[in-house]
């Protein structure tokens, strides 16, 4: 039954809600001015914090792989007798719907392709070039982005599921700064900033979407790829998501999310059917290789001596690398809440070899397909013209790629498709989270709040594309992420100081 919108924590919500006030007048009031701070605050981060970055994201990767094979692992995020609610399928569905959707297709073929043609030790557009450019982005898309939501899914679904505590983030430090300081300013301090996190998230991710959505409009329809087109494709799609997330999660997410997956591996498979085919299983298993053999390295390496970026022209670790933790780390409070949602039942172990090894094998069989597909062609014949595209436009890669193909209208016709999809299923689970932040953990928050912050969160994507695309979208993964990160690193201490209470 849902509840009242007297349930409503007035306090959280109203504390995030003039966060984004303040971004969105300012935003109105002059976009370039603020595009000019974006700038400033892109530079400072990546000059200051971008060590903090790695160092953290690499331990999360160590404590989920850890406490998965310690003595703890067999501990259920719930009861001793829950059961999980959701199949196998449905659950890697719905996760994987939820925690990389956009950026995929987004990312598909213009990161690997991206790093071939401007790599950063390797030689332009040469072999060696394209076998680090696959290991880099099966890096970008691996262990580490899900080591985040992991930490905030299990960190949560132990708290709520298992403990009995709200569905909120700040419960998670009950064990460390006492239920007094939980339920006061610092708790809702807490709630605030997730849910502040995950509306700057979705609304990147969102801003990704529209752009790669017009992108093809222009490509197969002659639409203007223009910012005010973007900023419809967003309102559009807000209808549709707000749609779904009044119907549920065991409705709207759950039938979207298996729909989604069908498509997503429909259009792999028939890539991979009439796409260089043995290129491609070559390039999965010797990436797959490469990547789990220089793991180490990458996660710390930060270019000290500067030998990339004056390679590569620019600072290639703060706008990759760093860009990328910081973008997962503002998808961690709703993914993981998100994630934690359908969990429960699940133990330890089952929970982190489902959340970080199962989905990083999807990832590497989608790059491979469509970023080894490029990287193929490019090297047998450079006037296929999708790194030159790809340099000019990221959004124009997908496409581009799919032109040299038979059907290549049919095929980004649906790659459109999946976007839209998975952009409904992202905003439609973060809305539901969002719902459940900012209403006392209720985890069936009203319709009426779910619509409310999912317009909001889509006015700050709107935002986002008037203040400079992409390097706006970057800049605000930066901004928002960072405190966001030091309070996980204060989540996992509470949580071992509650594991000690567990019977093992």
């Given at each position: 039954m849902q509840k009242s919108s007297s349930t409503i924590d007035k306090g959280v919500t109203f504390a995030a809600i003039a966060c984004c006030a303040i971004f969105i007048a300012a935003t109105l009031?002059?976009?370039?001015?603020v595009k000019g701070i974006f700038d400033k605050l892109f530079k400072f981060f990546i000059d200051n914090f971008g060590w903090s970055y790695l160092l953290c994201v690499a331990g999360f990767v160590v404590f989920c792989i850890g406490i998965a094979f310690s003595k703890y692992g067999n501990i259920k995020l719930g009861k001793d007798s829950d059961l999980p609610e959701f199949s196998l399928p449905a659950w890697f569905s719905m996760l994987f719907a939820a925690g990389m959707g956009?950026?995929?297709?987004f990312w598909g073929v213009a990161e690997p392709v991206y790093h071939f043609a401007g790599p950063p030790f390797a030689e332009p557009k040469s072999a060696q070039a394209g076998a680090d450019a696959m290991r880099i982005t099966f890096?970008?898309?691996?262990?580490?982005?899900?080591?985040c939501y992991a930490v905030?899914?299990?960190?949560l679904a132990y708290s709520h599921f298992r403990k009995g505590n709200p569905c909120q983030l700040s419960w998670i430090l009950e064990p460390l700064i006492g239920r007094e300081r939980v339920e006061g300013g610092i708790g809702k301090t807490i709630d605030a900033l997730a849910i502040v996190v995950t509306l700057f998230g979705v609304a990147?991710?969102?801003?990704?979407?529209?752009?790669?959505?017009?992108t093809g409009l222009s490509e197969l329809f002659g639409i203007p790829n223009e910012t005010m087109v973007q900023i419809f494709v967003v309102v559009v799609v807000t209808a549709l998501y707000i749609i779904s997330a009044v119907s549920g999660v065991d409705k709207g997410i759950k039938i979207l999310s298996n729909i989604n997956m069908i498509m997503a591996f429909g259009l792999l498979a028939l890539m991979l059917m009439v796409g260089p085919t043995v290129a491609i299983l070559k390039t999965l298993i010797e990436s797959l290789g490469d990547y789990f053999q220089n793991i180490v390295?990458?996660?710390f390496f930060?270019?000290?001596?500067?030998?990339?970026?004056?390679?590569?022209g620019y600072e290639w670790i703060g706008a990759w690398t760093v860009f990328y933790w910081a973008w997962w780390l503002t998808w961690a409070p709703f993914v993981g809440a998100f994630i934690a949602r359908i969990s429960k039942g699940r133990t330890i172990k089952q929970f982190v070899l489902g959340v970080l090894f199962a989905p990083t094998l999807l990832c590497a069989i989608w790059f491979s397909i469509m970023g080894g597909s490029a990287i193929h062609m490019e090297l047998a014949d450079s006037a296929v013209g999708?790194?030159?595209?790809?340099?000019?436009d990221v959004t124009m890669a997908i496409f581009v790629l799919f032109n040299n193909f038979p059907m290549g209208f049919f095929l980004s016709l649906i790659s459109m498709i999946i976007v839209c999809i998975f952009f409904i299923t992202s905003a439609d689970s973060a809305t539901y989270v969002v719902g459940v932040m900012s209403s006392g953990g209720d985890l069936n928050p009203a319709n009426s709040l779910k619509i409310f912050w999912g317009i909001l969160c889509s006015t700050l994507a709107a935002m986002l594309l008037l203040t400079g695309g992409l390097k706006a979208i970057q800049t605000v993964a930066f901004v928002v992420s960072f405190p966001f990160m030091i309070l996980m690193v204060f989540m996992i201490v509470a949580f071992f100081k509650s594991l000690a209470y567990e019977k093992v």
């Open positions: 009031i002059s976009p370039d001015g956009i950026g995929l297709v890096f970008h898309w691996g262990l580490h982005p899900w080591a905030v899914a299990m960190l990147t991710s969102l801003g990704l979407g529209a752009m790669q959505v017009c390295r990458m996660s930060m270019d000290t001596t500067g030998g990339v970026a004056k390679h590569a999708i790194a030159d595209a790809t340099f000019k």
